[in-house]
């Protein structure tokens, strides 16, 4: 049961993106460090930061449902500060993070975006792709049969016109002339 409830980053499940950042803590101490390196985990869901990729307890996490993403340049005045990011929602804490390059930076925030862009869609675009697809495979197979069912039937009535006829008898007792 404890391995259940405790799930390491591997186990997040639907991983979009992965890698290290540097997060900054909420608390400023004057003896602690600003910002600190975690391992930030991003799922359909929510946004995981652990002390590392090993670790097996997130030291925190959050469902990204109705945050927004976008770059932070004012997070820094070092040369890193076009590295910066962040995770804003009203009424809710900000998440402040700088990545490993400003690549890197837009990237998560391309990404952190295209999910909150189908987060707020109806459905989940995982299953909008299984939908559409099983409609496709329907109707093409479904069409496919049409066609193939229709020259079967061509063929049988120029060949026997006999069967053509048995195919729409009536039943007796069931001939719309008798009541």
Not at 53 to 81: C, T, V, W
Not at 135 to 147: A, C, G, I, L, P
Request: charged share 30%; proline share 4%; hydrophobic share 25%.
């Amino acid at each position: 049961l404890e391995d259940i409830r405790v799930k390491p980053v591997q186990d997040t499940g639907n991983i979009l993106k992965q890698g290290y950042l540097e997060k900054r803590s909420r608390e400023h101490s004057f003896f602690g460090s600003e910002w600190q390196k975690r391992w930030c985990v991003l799922n359909r869901r929510a946004f995981y930061y652990y002390a590392n990729e090993k670790s097996k307890q997130p030291k925190g996490s959050f469902s990204i449902e109705h945050y927004s993403a976008q770059m932070a340049l004012h997070l820094r005045k070092d040369s890193r500060k076009s590295c910066c990011f962040e995770l804003v929602c009203p009424g809710k804490r900000t998440y402040e993070f700088t990545a490993p390059s400003p690549a890197e930076a837009e990237e998560w925030v391309d990404q952190i975006q295209f999910l909150l862009k189908d987060l707020s869609s109806l459905t989940i675009p995982h299953d909008e792709e299984d939908e559409e697809a099983t409609y496709n495979d329907v109707d093409s197979s479904d069409s496919v049969n049409t066609t193939s069912h229709n020259t079967t039937l061509n063929q049988d009535e120029s060949n026997v016109e006999m069967e053509d006829d048995d195919i729409y008898e009536v039943l007796p007792g069931k001939q719309p002339t008798q009541q």
